[in-house]
């Protein structure tokens, strides 16, 4: 199966800065079936972006995601209160899909 | 709107059995495969089990096949998840994800637009 690993573990940063979080896969997902998950204490995962940079329904424009292959981003270009949680990238190009362990995106 | 409400979670002891029932409303739910996550404490993400979306596939992690089973009662809008042998490793959350991708008839290339607010369920003597 592939393994996803996400980096950093957590992040620190302020409200209003750029956050950049990475999903790196141990082999080529494939067509770019690749989704990022926001997820907050007590509360069940929300999808942000799927099939790499497809924001889902509802998504603020803030959020972006890139990437191929092995290696994806997802971008928040100005970080707001509410978007301090953990994140999951998911491939879903191979079968069973796996989730990265997750980074922390703390506020400093 | 779209909702998903799991049930059925709570302490049974190692080797016991459980039953978990996810009820959707909001959405034509015949329409769409679904899925069983779990998420230990403090841990991420892990695929348990999905079923197309007339109940004729199933699909399973290798880590719960053979002890689990996943159901579906379309006239009931209700997913379930039959889970037996249970161990402490089983001790997790468990969601119940709607599948926005697809699943063929050996395997599932899913995400999810839409999940329960988990139940847990706790493995212990």
């Known amino acids: 199966e592939i393994v996803l690993t996400q980096s950093p573990g957590t992040l620190s940063l302020s409200p209003g800065e750029r956050a950049t979080l990475s999903c790196r896969a141990s082999?080529?997902?494939?067509?770019?079936?690749l989704a990022w998950y926001q997820q907050k204490p007590g509360q069940a995962p929300r999808l942000l972006i799927y099939?790499?940079?497809s924001r889902a329904t509802g998504i603020p424009d803030r959020f972006s995601g890139s990437g191929s292959g092995t290696d994806f981003t997802l971008t928040i270009s100005r970080l707001e209160p509410e978007d301090f949680a953990v994140y999951y990238c998911?491939?879903?190009?191979?079968?069973?899909?796996?989730f990265g362990q997750g980074t922390k995106l703390e506020i400093k | 709107e779209v909702l998903l409400v799991e049930s059925g979670g709570g302490l049974v002891q190692p080797g016991g059995s459980l039953r978990l029932s996810c009820a959707a409303s909001?959405?034509?739910?015949?329409?769409?495969?679904m899925h069983w996550v779990r998420q230990a404490p403090g841990k991420g993400l892990e695929f348990v089990s999905a079923?197309?979306?007339?109940?004729?596939?199933?699909y399973y992690a290798n880590s719960v096949k053979g002890r689990f089973t996943i159901s579906r009662d379309n006239s009931k809008n209700t997913l379930y998840l039959q889970m037996g042998s249970l161990r402490a490793e089983d001790m997790a959350v468990y969601y119940c994800?709607?599948?926005?991708?697809?699943?063929?008839?050996?395997?599932?290339?899913?995400?999810?637009?839409?999940w329960g607010q988990g139940t847990l369920v706790t493995v212990s003597s």
């Open positions: 079923i197309n979306s007339n109940g004729g596939s199933t």
């Open positions: 082999q080529s997902v494939s067509s770019s079936y």
């Open positions: 994800a709607r599948d926005l991708g697809y699943c063929s008839s050996t395997s599932c290339y899913s995400y999810f637009d839409h």
């Open positions: 099939g790499v940079s």
């Open positions: 998911q491939q879903y190009g191979s079968s069973p899909y796996t």
């Open positions: 909001g959405f034509t739910f015949s329409n769409y495969a």
